[in-house]
């Protein structure tokens, strides 16, 4: 009886064998060739293990079970379950593609996200299947030619095929854009300091925050005020390559490294930077900001935090069609604009300014500046934005006539193909985390750049300097501090793809999908993987606390 269980279940095993790799199941087949080689970086069992994660196996099992049933005889008919076998292997490929280009594992935690933000995410799609190489489109042009065709039905066209998509995994390069003409910087030879002892009292504050800007990338534009190239061999850091995690952190110094979005139960409503100028200095605070704060618990956070809120959908409303807005920001020059009607008010004001042009897909205003790169049109959008920064200044300075303190930084930077990035959220390289730093006196004509510093200690150094000595925060947090010290755990957003740590004048960056540890100098040169079995778990520790 056992003998003839056995029997039964071999031929069941043989027979559903010889279905598969049946011409019928040509999809199903190159489907299973996507799950074991469509992934980016090496092909060894840890990475491979890393980029095959839950969602991605329940993808694959569910795209292939609705293909067997398909081929049942009793479905072979059905256009439901030839529609939803179409979708199961569509959304496989795109998870594929996402994870290949962002260099990323997709987890549901990743997809709960995207399904919650899916009005937001939905412009962002344009921009990333822009990305996509020959490559990533290959596997829709097999799902073509085994509809419309039947070469890939014979053993020696489906073979073909197969090598043709192997030869071009191995020759698709990463994408790295080259850079454009670059404006030249200015030639001020401006004087520039590093140590600051005190903000005078009732200085107007006005702080600039770039989107995805990284220092590397402002170093060269021009401007009639301020000398970026000075900002050239310092570094300034935040913790994760993210707009409202860092929006929140520049706020309140909490990296917020747990969490995917600004979250209401861990809010610091009470000792962040608005609020304490407003209770012990009695400054008017505004935030202006060209973005939707509706968008991962920022609405539930900022309008709490200060006087008034303007974003983008408060602008849109006001000046109606007067500025052009794209899908995740609008011409940044209607904070000119609303800068003209700003009062003048018996109170100093801190005002903070977030800016959205440079943000993917990179929006210009003139048409001269439109470009087909995504990296010129970056750089056309980043000069804009800088001009736009000098009439500022200029309608400041005719405007006020107190001291006003102009602070530009960034909320991250940005990947043009480096180390295989796109974009940003993925990497912790410095072209994401590095962001431009600099204090500008307007009135004094001084400009002031920290040797080192992070968004974490930038409450705790404007607190210091605005009550002349009288709050007791360590000069080790205090970045225009000769004591300084910088340790800053960092991590990629919604995914454990890498994980950084700055400390002791060195850099190091773990790779999750391979484990290696590296070290390297804070301009990421020099670097070397740690063998050190030890010194490597130390580290990790410290990464992980």
Request: neutral net charge; hydrophobic residues 40%; charged residues 20%.
């Amino acid at each position: 009886m056992a003998f003839k269980k056995k029997q039964v279940s071999n031929l069941k095993l043989n027979d559903l064998k010889t279905k598969i790799l049946s011409p019928n199941f040509r999809l199903l087949q190159f489907a299973l060739v996507l799950y074991l080689f469509h992934f980016p970086g090496e092909w060894i069992w840890k990475s491979w293990v890393f980029y095959h994660s839950n969602f991605i196996n329940f993808l694959f099992v569910s795209y292939c079970l609705t293909e067997y049933w398909f081929h049942s005889k009793e479905n072979h008919q059905s256009n439901i379950l030839a529609i939803i076998k179409m979708i199961f292997f569509c959304l496989l490929v795109f998870s594929l593609n996402y994870q290949w280009i962002f260099q990323t594992e997709i987890r549901f935690s990743l997809v709960t996200y995207a399904i919650l933000q899916s009005k937001d995410i939905l412009f962002d799609s344009v921009s990333f299947i822009a990305l996509w190489q020959l490559v990533h489109y290959f596997p829709f042009l097999i799902l073509l030619a085994n509809h419309v065709t039947r070469i890939l039905k014979s053993h020696i066209g489906f073979g073909l095929a197969i090598l043709i998509y192997f030869l071009i995994v191995w020759t698709t390069p990463l994408q790295r854009e080259t850079e454009g003409d670059l404006p030249r910087a200015s030639v001020r030879n401006q004087n520039v300091n590093h140590n600051l002892d005190h903000i005078p009292e009732n200085t107007n504050i006005v702080m600039v925050v770039l989107e995805g800007v990284s220092r590397k990338h402002i170093l060269e534009q021009k401007s009639r005020y301020i000398d970026y190239s000075k900002l050239n061999g310092y570094h300034f850091f935040i913790p994760m390559p993210h707009t409202s995690k860092s929006l929140y952190t520049w706020m309140t110094g909490d990296p917020g490294l747990g969490s995917t979005r600004i979250e209401s139960e861990n809010m610091d409503l009470d000792f962040n930077l608005p609020k304490y100028l407003k209770n012990s200095h009695q400054y008017k605070t505004e935030m202006w900001y060209t973005q939707s704060i509706y968008f991962e618990g920022m609405e539930q956070f900022f309008p709490k935090i200060f006087n008034s809120v303007w974003d983008k959908t408060k602008f849109e409303l006001e000046y109606k069609d007067q500025f052009t807005t794209f899908s995740w920001g609008m011409d940044d020059n209607v904070i000119l604009s609303h800068l003209k009607y700003f009062p003048k008010d018996k109170f100093p004001f801190f005002l903070f300014i977030g800016l959205s042009q440079t943000h993917s897909p990179y929006f210009v205003v003139s048409k001269e500046n439109k470009s087909p790169s995504k990296l010129v049109r970056h750089q056309n959008a980043l000069m804009e934005n800088t001009k736009l920064i000098d009439a500022i200044i200029g309608e400041l300075k005719s405007k006020f006539e107190a001291e006003t303190l102009l602070i530009i930084t960034s909320d991250h930077g940005e990947s043009f193909g480096e180390e295989g990035a796109q974009i940003h959220n993925y990497s912790l390289y410095n072209q994401e985390i590095d962001v431009p730093f600099l204090f500008y006196f307007l009135k004094k004509d001084e400009l002031y750049v920290p040797n080192l510093g992070s968004s974490i200690h930038f409450k705790d150094t404007m607190v210091a300097l605005l009550s002349k000595g009288k709050n007791k925060i360590t000069e080790t947090n205090k970045f225009f501090s000769d004591e300084y010290k910088l340790q800053l755990q960092c991590k990629t957003w919604n995914s454990e793809i890498q994980r950084g740590l700055i400390f002791d004048g060195k850099k190091y960056i773990f790779h999750n999908d391979v484990g290696i540890l590296y070290e390297m100098d804070l301009d990421d040169s020099g670097r070397n993987a740690i063998t050190n079995q030890k010194k490597k778990n130390t580290l990790l520790n410290m990464m992980f606390k």
